[in-house]
Every structure is written in C-alpha cells, then in structure tokens.
C-alpha cells in the first residue's frame, strides 16, 4: 500500500524511496516485528483464557518438557498476522509473486490450525490424520504450483537449476509438477518437526529467509542476475519485502518463546513457515539451494525417516529419540545448549548457500 505513494514523488520528491525493494524490504520486517512485540501479551493472556492446559505434551517425550505442561500454543496465529499485515502494508499489490506467497501462507496454516485445534479440543498430541493433513498441503501445492509454472511462462518454467553450476539446467517437464509438491510439503512438514524445543526452529527459520530474501532481489535484477549467471525472474524482487516481513515476524515471535517459552508457535506457525520457505525457493528457481540453507530441517527429518524406517525393518532405533534434537536431550545436552548449536549450524548452512551464487 505505501508502494502508491511513490506516484506522488513528482510532487514530493523524498517519496520516491518507497519506490526502493530495500526500503520496503526493511520496513516490512521492523513493520512484523513490532506488530508480534505489541500484540505478544495480549494475545498470549488471551490464548491462556480459551486454551486452560495448553499444549499437550508427549508422553514419550524427554521428563525435561513436563514443566512446559500449561504453556498455551497456535502462537504461530502472530506470525501470521504480522506477516500479511506487514505485507499488505509495504507491498506491491499488483504482484502476483506476493500473492502466491500469502496464498501459500495462509492455506498451510489454516492446515496447522486446524491439527492445532483438534489437538486442544481432544487432548492429545495427534491432531487430524496424517492423510488429512496430507490432503490439505498438497492441495495448496499444487494450487501454488500451477500458479508459479504460470507466471514464469516458457521451458524454464519446468526446469530444475543446480546449484554450483551455471549451465546446468534439467528440464523435468510434467515431472516437475510433483518434485513441487514434494519440496513445498517437504520443507512444510520438516520444519514441523524441527519445533521442539523453545526457540529452536526460529533461527534456521530467519536465516532461510533471509537467504531467499537476497536471491529474490538478485534473481529479481536482470543487471545481477546477468553478472552472478542466475535464472532472471520477472518481478521477483518483491518477494524481498514479503520475507523481510517473515524474518520480522518471526524474531517478535521469538521474543515470547525463547527459554522458558510464554507460548508456543504450534503446527500453526510452523507448517505455514515451511510451506512458504518451499514455495520462494520454487519461485526464485533455487529448490535446492533451501536444502542448504534449511540443512536443519532435512537432518530433522532425515532422523525421523531413519528412525521410523529402522524400527519397522529391524525392530531397533538409530537415535535414542527422534527428531534427533530429542536425541541430544536423551544424551544430556540442556535444551538451551541444543538450540544454540543448531542456530550456529543454520547460520553457517545459510553463508554457504548464499555462496552458491558466485561459485558457479
């Protein structure tokens, strides 16, 4: 909406920094983050009123997280807010790349919603089946696929970068559609399972973001696009201001569920947060460039995989607990010590993704 103002800096000539991807980029995330700041303990006092034992806790789970019993949870509801808030505030309106994107958004965490919900209402930590869940995220996938294969228009619109590599491009035709589906519902239920313990997914979380917030712009510009030999996306740029609006969100989230956690994000927050990290990486033509930067959420996954895959072939577990943060608590490690590790190792995952761009 502030983007319009831009129009009038024939007039007012300081009002063409509206104009600026940068500009709005950054007041975007300072836009979420103070609208999560703000809200945070209103909406957790009110999350405690309608949600009298909070969260249910596994019973398998570590002793440790006994003491989180009580502690309410659909916090992710925030992040939701603040971004399209955020969004709709800083924005070009007419691109169609923000939509898919809230689109997206929305629709994963309607999805988590409701598993959250059922999950309250029935007092157990199951939620809805995993088939119905299922149903719902590659519903949306598929929407945001066919919308994306659109919008880029001609053979790149099938194709598959490599990441390193500047002439290597494979054109996976129909197949694409469900290689899709698997990254946008992958990176949807990976981070998912990463949000286990008090802050833990929020960091890998800004950090993809902000990896993707930098290749939109690039693949964005046809001047850098050109010069660091990417595949050029029309209008992608905008996209920036919408991840700044993510990174913003999710650190005012933050604030509130670091150790000891006031509120929890919840499937709501989380599968939402990974459908959208899914579906810039599918935009910007870098799937594979999200499993570096989000090498956090595929070790997460990867355990859970091999744990369930060797209990069910061999009868024996791999990891002591999986997702294998469990397994590092199994081992002793205090949760705190766990989740700075592996915010360092996203940090990291995240130098060497961007680093992808020049080393081709």
Partial sequence: ?????????????????????????????????????????????????????????????????????????????????????????????????????????????????????????????????????????????????????????????????IPFFKDVFIDLGYFYIPFVLVVMVGSSNAVNLTDGLDGLVSMPVIMCALVFMVIAYLVGRIDYASYLQIHYVLGAGEMSVFCGALIGATLGFLWFNAHPAQVFMGDTGSLALGGVLGTLSVATKQELVLAIAGGIFVIEALSDIIQVGSFKLRHKRVFLMAPIHHHFEKKGWSETTIVVRFWIVSILLALLALATLKIR
């Fill in 1 to 161: 909406m502030l983007y319009f103002l831009s129009y009038l800096s024939s007039d007012w000539t300081f009002l063409n920094i509206f104009r600026y991807i940068t500009f709005r980029s950054g007041g975007a995330l300072i836009t979420a983050f103070f609208i999560c700041l703000l809200m945070g303990p209103r909406f957790i006092a009110w999350l405690k009123t309608k949600q009298k034992e909070g969260q249910p806790i596994r019973a398998d789970g570590p002793q440790t997280h006994l003491i989180k019993k009580g502690t309410p949870t659909m916090g992710g509801l925030m992040i939701l807010i603040a971004i399209v808030v955020a969004t709709l505030l800083w924005a070009q309106w007419f691109n169609p790349y923000v939509w898919v994107l809230l689109f997206v958004l929305m629709g994963f965490g309607f999805a988590g919603l409701l598993d959250d919900y059922v999950k309250l209402t029935q007092h157990n930590s199951k939620g809805i089946s995993g088939k119905q869940k299922l149903a719902l995220q590659f519903f949306v996938s598929l929407v945001a696929c066919l919308w994306l294969i659109f919008l880029e228009e001609g053979p790149m619109g099938t194709t598959l970068t």
